[in-house]
């Protein structure tokens, strides 16, 4: 399956949402239930694919997998994403103790690739799988405020740890695709902070490193959480296929910006549109995003981020029927 492909030769926008953490209710599920159970997860995707009928499924996005894949302390609470509690890696040396495993071996991280391979048997839509980007993973090993920093006190120590986050980010994405994933998002929400020559040194050499790997990420998506307006020349010069971008991007602007060959996916609020507003105003938004972006053949309608578990269901069908319309 060809990403640039399906977009062009579709009849209408694709309309493809973020849905993975609100799914957990129709299986009745907490989010740390599916994180753990593969078996479920993989249900939770199929009963997300018959409620709403999207035109892609992604699984449950999880930043703390490859980092507690590495030994690294996560809190896992019932009904939120799991979170990273400490940041190891004050040195190079601290590398060491990291590499004596194989990230690929955790059984969390087995369990997100058996969720693909069980998905492959019973969604035939497009299926997404989501990995740490470089930098971000080097983030939660390093300490957000620290790795930014570094970029300033220490390059060549922030180089360093990103590199070893790269080879990761490379296996677990090959690893996703053998089991049938058919895209992979790469996430890099604390890229968002950096300069564009910043971005450029630090993030998307390693970016473009792992999504140039054989086998890695045929169609490769690279989504930044917050306003990446500054930044979009340098996310496509990863040479990702397509752009998840958040709710502060301007789109139509962005159209403006990024190559016809780049598709745009988003960028509708998950939390202050689709929680908080009625059915109405959701279906309003998603109008008033579809006009803005209607001459532009590179767009998929989708939301900003991974939704929250409390979204509506209502408001997720006003998002759908509004967009297939």
């Known amino acids: 399956?060809?990403?640039?492909?399906?977009?062009?030769?579709?009849?209408?926008?694709?309309?493809?949402?973020?849905?993975?953490?609100?799914?957990?209710?129709?299986?009745?599920?907490?989010?740390?239930?599916?994180?753990?159970?593969?078996?479920?997860?993989?249900?939770?995707?199929?009963?997300?694919?018959?409620?709403?009928?999207?035109?892609?499924?992604?699984?449950?996005?999880?930043?703390?997998?490859?980092?507690?894949?590495?030994?690294?302390?996560?809190?896992?609470?019932?009904?939120?994403?799991?979170?990273?509690?400490?940041?190891?890696?004050?040195?190079?040396?601290?590398?060491?103790?990291?590499?004596?495993?194989?990230?690929?071996?955790?059984?969390?991280?087995?369990?997100?690739?058996?969720?693909?391979?069980?998905?492959?048997?019973?969604?035939?839509?497009?299926?997404?799988?989501?990995?740490?980007?470089?930098?971000?993973?080097?983030?939660?090993?390093?300490?957000?405020?620290?790795?930014?920093?570094?970029?300033?006190?220490?390059p060549s120590l922030v180089h360093q740890v990103v590199q070893f986050c790269t080879d990761v980010c490379i296996r677990y994405s090959r690893a996703l695709t053998e089991a049938g994933a058919d895209i992979i998002v790469i996430l890099e929400p604390t890229a968002t902070f950096l300069s564009p020559q910043a971005f450029a040194e630090f993030c998307g050499a390693y970016v473009r490193e792992a999504i140039a790997s054989p086998g890695a990420a045929h169609n490769a998506v690279l989504h930044i959480c917050g306003d990446t307006s500054h930044i979009l020349r340098e996310m496509c010069a990863t040479g990702a296929c397509a752009l998840s971008l958040d709710s502060p991007v301007n789109f139509p602007a962005a159209g403006n910006r990024v190559d016809r060959e780049v598709i745009l996916i988003g960028?509708?609020?998950?939390?202050?549109?689709?929680?908080?507003?009625?059915?109405?105003?959701?279906?309003?938004?998603v109008r008033e995003l579809l006009d803005s972006m209607a001459r532009y053949d590179n767009f998929i309608l989708s939301t900003g981020c991974d939704l929250p578990y409390e979204t509506p269901d209502a408001n997720i069908d006003a998002f759908m029927s509004e967009g297939r319309r």
Do not use: W
Request: aromatic share 6%.
């Open 1 to 154: 399956m060809d990403l640039k492909s399906l977009v062009k030769s579709s009849k209408q926008k694709l309309v493809a949402p973020l849905l993975g953490y609100p799914g957990a209710r129709l299986t009745h599920s907490s989010l740390k239930q599916n994180e753990f159970n593969p078996a479920l997860h993989a249900a939770t995707m199929s009963r997300i694919v018959e409620r709403f009928a999207p035109d892609a499924a992604f699984l449950m996005m999880d930043l703390s997998l490859e980092a507690g894949a590495l030994g690294l302390p996560v809190r896992y609470p019932l009904f939120e994403s799991p979170t990273v509690e400490e940041h190891p890696v004050k040195q190079a040396e601290d590398l060491d103790r990291l590499r004596v495993v194989d990230p690929l071996e955790d059984a969390r991280v087995r369990g997100y690739i058996k969720v693909m391979e069980l998905m492959t048997q019973s969604v035939s839509i497009p299926r997404a799988a989501y990995v740490a980007g470089p930098f971000t993973l080097a983030g939660l090993l390093m300490g957000a405020s620290d790795i930014a920093m570094g970029t300033i006190t220490d």
């Open 267 to 285: 960028n509708i609020d998950p939390v202050g549109i689709m929680v908080q507003r009625s059915p109405q105003e959701v279906a309003c938004a």
